[in-house]
Nanobody, 126 residues
């Protein structure tokens, strides 16, 4: 089992920045990739970014590429999502997720992820 705790959300003005964190515990040696997903009110959950736990390869949704950066700290079992140039449309609950399956990280399917954090609210005001 892997436990995830995500944090760092808050209220920020458009153009501002936030950094989300995801702390993993338990059988972290089994983790292959960690991703961030988000769900805005009235919308379906969508992929935001992912990182390969060991190799460091990354993938981003087109809507956040160039503004968000995902990174990892394997020593402390943490993954970060640095969010810059935030827009009101980035408002959502953000979820950290981890998976043990070794599909390519470019698959972007939420159903591939078997462990999830509790979510952290990000609100961007215009």
């Amino acid at each position: 089992q892997v436990q995830l705790v995500d944090a760092g959300g808050g209220l920020v003005q458009a153009g501002g920045s936030l950094r989300l964190s995801c702390t993993a515990s338990g059988r972290t040696s089994s983790v292959y990739a960690v991703g961030w997903f988000r769900r805005a009110p009235g919308k379906e959950r969508e992929f935001v970014a992912a990182i390969n736990w060991n190799g460091g390869a990354t993938d981003y949704a087109d809507s956040v590429a160039g503004r968000f950066t995902i990174s990892r700290d394997n020593i402390n079992n943490m993954v970060y999502l640095q969010m810059n140039s935030l827009k009101p449309e980035d408002t959502a609950v953000y979820y950290c997720a981890a998976r043990t399956s070794q599909f390519t990280i470019y698959r972007r399917r939420a159903s591939d992820y078997n462990y999830w954090g509790q979510g952290t609210q990000v609100t961007v005001s215009s």
